[in-house]
């Protein structure tokens, strides 16, 4: 599939580093699937291909099962994931989030968080924003 005409290599690439940005720094990362299909015009199950042969795990949420409208698919490397959780272990506890990287995926995916809220530094780290 070609990408949406009004789509720019620039806006393409930025809107796939969401995903293509996910390691060490960026240990989350996520794509709306309505974003994946109707711009990028590439599957979920195509990206979440190519973040698995870069040794992240994937996994796809339907839009009934998650906190972005239309569903998303997220991509995550585990391992330093594991480690931001583990160096903000305190708040994650006290926030009610759990320290399983596949189990802290799956809440922040379903619900959203606030930036008054009390995960949201962590949420924010795991996405690499280190502001």
Sequence with gaps: ME???DLSDER???LLQS???VGLSKPIGYLPLYTIEKFLRLSPE???DDAAKRCLATVQFDAAACCIKSG???AYHRQALASV???NAATVRAAGLPLDPDEFVSQIAT???EEQHLAYPVIAAAF???A
Aim: aromatic share 12%.
């Design 3 to 5: 990408a949406h005409p």
């Design 12 to 14: 393409r690439n930025a």
């Design 19 to 21: 995903l293509t940005a």
């Design 46 to 48: 195509a990206l979440a």
């Design 72 to 74: 998303a698919l997220y």
């Design 85 to 87: 959780l583990q160096e």
């Design 111 to 113: 619900v959203w968080f």
């Design 128 to 130: 690499g924003d280190k």
